[in-house]
């Protein structure tokens, strides 16, 4: 084991990532409404040792009753529609849209027209909009804390 | 070389059981079943492994149910259900046949009936605590004990099959590709070797070293992350940290050679889309050589980690029988004793006749006999990555025909999880069917089994040791 941390250390002194300074935090929960998997694997990556995106007081928490932004993927199908809602209905407000990725930004998304309930858009007022197919962890870190800025 | 089409039969509705059953005894696998409707005229195909062989057998869909093959193939109970879902075939004799793309809202209509003192349900999904696909599970438990567990998928169905339909075989691809981020790659060299097929092209080998890279390249990735996942899933956070951040480094190699840390755009139909210069090929070589060391350091990290592997032996156990039965594939299966492996049987990759896969030390078909197996296939892989890497990948030339354009093109192609068979149906040079059955399609009954008579604790565990996508599975 003490290998294994002897290694993440290194892996961290090489991100050479910046010291988080102000005392912020903001709780997100994440809904895939029906995304290709490839923006779950690089939301997950923010967490890696090379982004650590909870040093800036980020983090994906259980409960939409705990989250202060709900973050979609997926262009929702009509599957997930209903959960989707019923996420957003449980958080306590102010609360916050985001949209991660080009399918939950309705953009060029490949399925048939039936199966999709509506785009995100029509669904909930979207507040954060992360392009990318999929955006890269870089690009959503920066496109959420660009969103808590604007908070 | 490549095959013109696939080899069909084709059958009246009362001889179809008996069709199907004689190709299992005659030793062909089944490897799944999908409805069509090609020219407006419907039927159903089941398809059968043979070596490198796909045969095909088909029976027309007159308005009358259709005999079930459940009973003499279990694997194929989640096709069945899927095409009487979608396509409206009734099955006689699959009682009951619950609704598996459909969401019914009533819970009895779905879930298997439990009963009995201390018996009660617990509900997950289909969102989840973490960064998760989405789907539902319902537990059938006696106190912590699960007796069985009722997976209800679909829920990121989004029709791509059907969305692609009418379109050139070329234009279909995006399709295929999309249908899962994780295993873009072996989606769609699956669909591009069916297409050829049907189209009746052979790829020059260039091509073939350049999909076999890709495809290992995924594989790699995935692995990480699946080991990863694994340490997450038993809280053992060191190693779940360094193999992400391998998973990353693999991910930004990825980025390096093909512009995309998914490898998303690097597979054409009936042409190859990928080249390596002399020095990318030494330099991606070299990182790779690296990822290997690292990955080596860490892995015997976590064999010495006696508090992460106390908590994987005799968990989520799925025996050589019901790894067969239920038609498993990929590691699930090789962690069972089943040696299957697209693999060892894909002439139109890079491989080779002698390519064997690897296998535990012991095949437990527990949780660590799956963590064991990837740990040995990260070897394997590897090894292929840096032979291949030895030399730069030209651009291809173009395909070449070898024969007549058939009705069907259906490939066989490895994927992280599993097999996955993609079968194409061209009218006129037009999609009017494909049908991507992924390993973890294949995967996910076997998982279902594989947690009755476990700890309800235990299933987030037991479900990373699989790591079955939904997003390719629900398409």
Redesign the interface.
Known sequence: ?F???R??AR?RREAGLPRHSGARSLAIR????????????????T????YDLQRFGLD?V??PRHADVLLVT??V?T??RG?LLA?YEAMPEPRRVAALGDCALGCGV???P???AAPLEELLSVDIRIPG??P??EEIAKGILAGLDDC | MSRPGAEVSEVAAPSWRRACADRVAEGARFCGAYASEPGGRRRWTALFAVGAETRAVWTPVSGAALPTLVDLIPAASWDEREAHDLYEIDFDGHEPLRPLAAHPEETDAWTVPVSGEGTYDVAVGPIHAGVIESGYFRFHVVGERILLVDPRLFHKHRGLERAAEGAAAEAGLPFAQRACGACAVANSVAYALACEAALGLSLPPEARRARTLLLELERLYNHLNDIAAICAGVGFAPGNMAFAALKERAQRLNRELTGHRFLFGSVAVGASAFQLSAVESDRAGGALREIGEDAALAWRELCFAASAQARLGGVGELSREDAARLGAVGPAARASGLAIDARSASPDLWYGSAFAPAGPPIASGDVAARLELRGAELVVTLAILDELLAEPIAPAAEAAGVGAAGPLGVARVESPRGETVCAVELVGGRLARVRLRTGSYANWPALARATAGNLLPDFPLINKSFELCYACVDR
């Open positions: 084991m290998v294994l941390l290694h993440l892996v994440h809904v895939d409404a029906g995304s290709c998997n490839a923006c779950e694997h690089e939301l997950a990556a967490a890696a040792p090379q994906i259980a409960s997926g262009p199908t599957r997930m959960a996420a490949l399925a048939a039936r199966e999709l197919c999929p890269s962890p």
